[in-house]
């Protein structure tokens, strides 16, 4: 398998686990974001949809092969308002991805933005393809 590949969704790993293997899984996160993964010769680019968070409530890290989002959306009703309906919850969340160290972490960028956190995940460069010259 291509070293461009490699970048996979923890979580979805973690569902096969169902079959009679033990799940690392915190139980306390009990919801997965909504999330777009792309990539280009230089860079993956992460997208996680995440309304009602704010950066203080958000954790973006990246060790040992392994990116981690967590935080929690809070939904806070006004006073003397009753709740009648709504789709999104407010609970922990949880995204991994796991990558074979391809990521170069000291080049990661994110940023929040209208609720929408946009992550750089830039290539090591022994990943990226290049162009070999012939002598």
Known sequence: MSPFNKIIPRLARLAD????????REPEY????IYELKENDDAWGLTVH?????????????EQGLVSIRGERVW???????????ESVGAPFLL????????DADKIRAE???????????????VKPRKITID
């Open 17 to 24: 686990q169902s079959e009679g293997r033990t799940t690392t």
């Open 30 to 33: 009990t919801v997965k974001p």
């Open 50 to 62: 995440l309304p009602g968070v704010t950066k203080e409530g958000l954790d973006l890290s990246v």
């Open 76 to 86: 806070e009703l006004p006073a003397g308002w009753t709740q009648l309906y709504r």
């Open 96 to 103: 991994e991805l796991e990558h074979d160290n391809t990521v």
């Open 112 to 126: 929040l933005k209208d609720g929408v956190l946009r992550v750089s995940l830039p290539k090591t460069e022994a």
